[in-house]
């Protein structure tokens, strides 16, 4: 199973773009990688997931290069309420419908005003 | 639609006791999975069921123990609870493949 590693902790002020990388040397060929955002005594929130290049939703964007053994999460012109703790996951489903889903210290990210 | 529904939401216990622990998961999602997390930690995996079978299992006692039932809801059991077990217990589900849906967790406490 791949293991993530991250920053332990950013801070960045509003308004800014925020970039959060994640290393997965071990990835699989398999392997989805997809990242979360939690608040204080809440569940994960899913933000977006990848397999390979860029992804973008409304709220985030998510580059992976080609060798897939890190990705970077970008969260445009944070506010107040994106400081939570940012996790990048790695892991895939098999036919079986089994998964195991790794989650690492994940990232405190800080938005000051 | 209702999200993940978990409870209770807190209790506390104390060294030794059992406690049982429930989820119920978004309409249509046959997999739930349960995380451990405590303070300062990211959640660490416990189990995770998909149509009603065990499919996987984290580095937990065999105090940690768990089931879905027919309608996909799920429990899981801690026996001889332990200090170290005090955590926020997060179950997610989840459509075959994809992103996982968490409820609120149920804070547990030992004493």
């Known amino acids: 199973l791949a293991k993530t590693t991250q920053p332990i902790s950013m801070d960045s002020y509003e308004g800014q773009e925020v970039n959060i990388t994640c290393s997965h040397n071990n990835i699989a060929t398999n392997d989805y990688i997809t990242w979360y955002q939690q608040f204080p005594s809440q569940g994960p929130r899913f933000i977006i997931q990848g397999y390979k290049t860029k992804v973008t939703n409304e709220v985030a964007s998510l580059f992976i290069p080609a060798d897939r053994k890190s990705s970077t999460l970008s969260l445009p012109r944070v506010s107040l309420s994106d400081t939570a703790v940012y996790y990048c996951?790695?892991?895939?489903?098999?036919?079986?419908?089994?998964?195991?889903?790794?989650f690492g210290t994940g990232t405190r990210l800080k938005v000051l005003a | 639609d209702a999200g993940v529904t978990q409870s209770p939401t807190h209790l506390i216990k104390t060294r030794g006791q059992h406690v049982t622990l429930r989820c119920s998961p978004i309409?249509?999602?046959?997999?739930v999975s349960w995380y451990q997390q405590v303070l300062g930690q990211g959640p660490q995996f416990i189990f995770q069921y998909y149509e009603k079978e065990e499919r996987g299992r984290g580095n937990f006692p065999d105090r940690f123990s768990a089931r879905q039932f027919p309608n996909y809801s799920s429990e899981l059991n801690v026996n001889a609870l332990l200090l170290g077990d005090s955590a926020l217990y997060l179950c997610?589900?989840?459509?075959?493949?994809?992103?996982?849906?968490f409820g609120e967790g149920s804070r547990l406490t030992v004493l």
């Open positions: 997610a589900s989840s459509p075959q493949g994809g992103e996982l849906f």
């Open positions: 996951l790695v892991g895939s489903w098999t036919t079986s419908g089994t998964y195991k889903y790794i």
């Open positions: 309409s249509g999602h046959k997999s």
